[in-house]
Nanobody, 126 residues
Framework: QVQLVESGGGLVQAGGSLRLSCLASETFFSFNAWGWYRQAPGKQRELVAA???????NYADSVKGRFTISRDNAKNTVYLQMNSMKPEDTAVYYCNADTVTIATMNLTFRRFHDIWGQGTQVTVSS
């Protein structure tokens, strides 16, 4: 089973920065999308940013120009750099990987869909 582990959340003042990391337990042979969602209290989970297997990126309008998603293949990690943070960015941030293919030791491939991390709390104070 592939696991995603988030880190880097915490408390920051408005205007400050945080960087979230999402470490995958396996090396992805391929994937459709790998990114970040967030859920604030009383609200639905929403897409924040994602990167495709081809390297394209997608951002929510509310974070464009402030947040940057990137991937380090060698470290099996996706990052979310968050700058100019606002109180409305306060939420639990979840890492998600969709339609992931990994190579096994038996030289076969396994596919996993819709993998979620456990979430990391981000709080922005005004």
């Amino acid at each position: 089973q592939v696991q995603l582990v988030e880190s880097g959340g915490g408390l920051v003042q408005a205007g400050g920065s945080l960087r979230l990391s999402c470490l995958a337990s396996e090396t992805f042979f391929s994937f459709n999308a790998w990114g970040w969602y967030r859920q604030a209290p009383g609200k639905q989970r929403e897409l924040v940013a994602a990167i495709t297997g081809g390297g394209s990126t997608n951002y929510a309008d509310s974070v464009k120009g402030r947040f940057t998603i990137s991937r380090d293949n060698a470290k099996n990690t996706v990052y979310l750099q968050m700058n100019s943070m606002k109180p409305e960015d306060t939420a639990v941030y979840y890492c998600n990987a969709d339609t992931v293919t990994i190579a096994t030791m038996n030289l076969t491939f396994r596919r996993f869909h819709d993998i979620w991390g456990q979430g990391t709390q981000v709080t922005v104070s005004s």
